[in-house]
């Protein structure tokens, strides 16, 4: 099993920043991407970003620009640094780790509470 552990998350104001840590353990040598989703009130869970082993990266349109993923392979940690925040991206956001055999259930952090707000 691997156990996702999250960080980082708070109050903001618009036009602020903040950076996400997830941190990795147990049989991390299954994982293979890691990212970030995210989820509001009423809407359903959203891919953020991600990145594989390999650094290929995806994220969703509306974080373009604004959001970046990196992970760290030594400490099994990935970070999301979050930029130029909006109202819109208040959400929980849920660590996500991808397994290296297609096909099993991915792993979940427990989430971390990001409200964008004046």
């Known amino acids: 099993q691997v156990q996702l552990v999250e960080s980082g998350g708070g109050l903001v104001q618009p036009g602020g920043s903040l950076r996400l840590s997830c941190l990795a353990s147990?049989?991390?040598?299954?994982?293979?991407?890691m990212g970030w989703y995210r989820q509001a009130p009423g809407k359903e869970r959203e891919l953020v970003a991600t990145?594989?082993?390999?650094?290929?990266?995806v994220y969703v349109d509306s974080v373009k620009g604004r959001f970046t993923i990196s992970r760290d392979y030594a400490k099994n940690a990935v970070y999301l640094q979050m930029n130029s925040l909006k109202p819109e991206d208040t959400a929980v956001y849920f660590c996500?780790?991808?397994?290296?055999?297609?096909?099993?259930?991915?792993?979940w952090g427990p989430g971390t509470q990001v409200t964008v707000s004046s």
């Open positions: 990145q594989t082993r390999e650094g290929s990266t």
């Open positions: 996500n780790a991808k397994r290296v055999v297609a096909g099993l259930p991915d792993y």
């Open positions: 147990g049989r991390t040598f299954t994982i293979n991407a």
